[in-house]
């Protein structure tokens, strides 16, 4: 069997690609690429005896002989990364998110079109055991058509930001806005119904203490209420609420399905809850309780994220090799899950009026967007800054940072 040749750039986050490229049949690693030569050296150390090169700049990396690249980097420059690397000739798997601009969007969609290369959006929670039943479900028909759904991710940073920000002071968790990471807790809805997002109204927490304390200088939280196409509607929440939650469910016409919440000690995101009719107005509802098998899931759970880092990889790799069930998240759902955050923002600065959200698979449309630059990022968006909260940009003392950057020094 031809293994697939992977370079992964991002040595922390894509230690989860690394190993299934590692241990993989269909896979194996031949680059890593990190500006951190302390990860590169840890790398080394994990894959000693393997004939593999280490760079420090993407230029370089690039140009190595690889079939398939892994955006494992910072969330806020995949775009970019994504776009050189499929005119160089590889196949793309991101990580959260794909991008951070419409004129990013654009130019992502347009080098997939171009290229007829291979991208995949890695939105590890799509694939996590409850969510992936959830979407077999639907798709059976279990439930009939989707009228409601919600969504939550909810992870309380605060105890680990020194960890995840590296003490930068300029790092793109501190300058992100409310809803910008609204994939994990919108993305599950999107895949499991294949249903487009049409419309969204935006609003954020404002009570943000937590934040400040830790030099972040976004809402607390964010939520987004989307209209998808067929006229259901999804509840969207992620951000910093003092606990935290995973946690999905959606209602159809003849029934509902949820996954269990992690204080039910019931599996959580591993067990599945459906109650449905097989026909609309019966009222006769048979009631599950189950965790469900996958075929993987013996090799899976040594993966993270209850093993859904295996099953994004796995499905990239065998789409590559013209395996036609292989399940991928492509760049045009990859907006559909990213854009409802972006335009929901815009709908929080202009006190939460609704939004529509561009379908870029349309492209009579893109030129209206092809210049758009505006989000939280200054190096990106010039004159269309935005600030990273609807009350404006907080001013973090500098106290702050060096206190984080101590943390993260120890």
């Not at 709908?347 to 939460?352: K, Q, R």
Request: proline share 4%; net charge negative; glycine share 8%.
């Amino acid at each position: 069997m031809k293994k697939i040749k992977i370079g992964v750039i991002g040595a922390r986050r894509g230690a989860s690609m690394i190993n299934y490229s590692k241990r993989a049949e269909n896979a194996e690693i031949v680059a890593i690429c990190d500006k951190s030569t302390k990860l590169l050296e840890n790398q080394k150390k994990n894959l000693d005896g393997l004939k593999i090169a280490f760079y420090e700049h993407f230029d370089d990396f690039i140009k190595h002989d690889m079939d398939a690249v892994v955006l494992a980097n910072y969330a806020n420059e995949h775009a970019p990364f994504a776009i050189k690397a499929m005119h160089s000739g590889k196949h793309v798997f991101s990580e959260v998110l794909p991008v951070q601009t419409m004129k990013e969007a654009v130019e992502l969609v347009e080098a997939v079109e171009e290229t007829g290369l291979i991208y995949a959006y890695g939105e590890n929670y799509c694939y996590m055991p409850a969510p992936y039943e959830m979407r077999r479900l639907y798709r059976e028909n279990k439930i009939g058509e989707f009228e409601y759904g919600e969504g939550e991710y909810i992870h309380n940073c605060e105890p680990i930001w020194p960890s995840i920000t590296y003490g930068e002071e300029d790092h793109w968790r501190n300058n992100m806005y409310s809803t910008f990471y609204c994939t994990h807790s919108l993305g599950p809805i999107i895949h499991i119904t294949g249903l487009r997002p049409v419309s969204v109204v935006g609003f954020e927490g404002t009570k943000n203490e937590r934040n400040l304390r830790t030099g972040a200088k976004s809402g607390q939280f964010g939520i987004e209420m989307v209209t998808l196409e067929n006229g259901g509607i999804v509840k969207s929440i992620q951000g910093g609420l003092y606990e935290n939650s995973i946690w999905y469910s959606i209602y159809g016409s003849k029934g509902r399905i949820e996954c269990a919440r992690e204080d039910a000690e019931d599996g959580h995101i591993e067990r599945v809850y459906v109650r449905s009719d097989k026909v609309s107005g019966e009222y006769k509802q048979v009631f599950e309780s189950y965790k469900p098998e996958r075929d993987h899931d013996a090799i899976g759970r040594d993966y993270g994220h209850g093993g859904s880092d295996f099953y994004t990889m796995y499905h990239f790799v065998e789409k590559i090799k013209g395996n036609p069930d292989a399940d991928i998240i492509d760049a045009y759902e990859a907006l559909d899950m990213f854009l409802p955050g972006l335009f929901a923002y815009h709908s929080i600065l202009n006190g939460s009026k609704p939004m529509q959200i561009p379908n870029l698979r349309d492209k009579s449309i893109r030129d209206d967007w092809r210049n758009d630059t505006s989000c939280t990022d200054p190096k990106v968006a010039k004159d269309m800054l935005l600030p990273t909260a609807k009350n404006g940009t907080p001013d973090i003392n500098d106290g702050i940072y060096a206190h984080v950057k101590r943390l993260w020094g120890k």
